[in-house]
Nanobody
Framework: QVQLVESGGGLVQAGDSLRLSCAASGSPITFLSMGWFRQAPGKDREFVGTIDWNGGTNYADSVKGRFTISRSNAKNTVYLQMDSLKLEDTAAYYC?????????????????WGQGTQVTVSS
């Protein structure tokens, strides 16, 4: 069983940066692909990006070039660096894990989820 805990959310202004962390316990993340998703009020959960076993990444078009996912297997933690934040990035952000080589943009593919951390971007 894998437990995931997100942290690092908060209130920032448009154009600012923020780094989210997702700390895993119960299992090393070495053989887990990790995903980040977000959900704004009244909207469906939305794919943000993934990172594979070997560090390969994939991003949604809406965040490509602004967000960066990285992982530290030594710290059992995955990060989401968010730069040039926009008002529309406001959402609860969730990390997820799946026991396979490559991640997915579909939330249904993931077995484990964190509780989420709120990011609010103001003008």
């Amino acid at each position: 069983q894998v437990q995931l805990v997100e942290s690092g959310g908060g209130l920032v202004q448009a154009g600012d940066s923020l780094r989210l962390s997702c700390a895993a316990s119960g299992s090393p993340i070495t053989f887990l692909s990790m995903g980040w998703f977000r959900q704004a009020p009244g909207k469906d959960r939305e794919f943000v990006g993934t990172i594979d076993w070997n560090g390969g990444t994939n991003y949604a078009d809406s965040v490509k070039g602004r967000f960066t996912i990285s992982r530290s297997n030594a710290k059992n933690t995955v990060y989401l660096q968010m730069d040039s934040l926009k008002l529309e990035d406001t959402a609860a952000y969730y990390c997820a894990a799946v026991s396979r080589y490559r991640g997915s943009s579909s939330a249904r593919e993931y077995d484990y989820w964190g509780q989420g951390t709120q990011v609010t971007v103001s003008s």
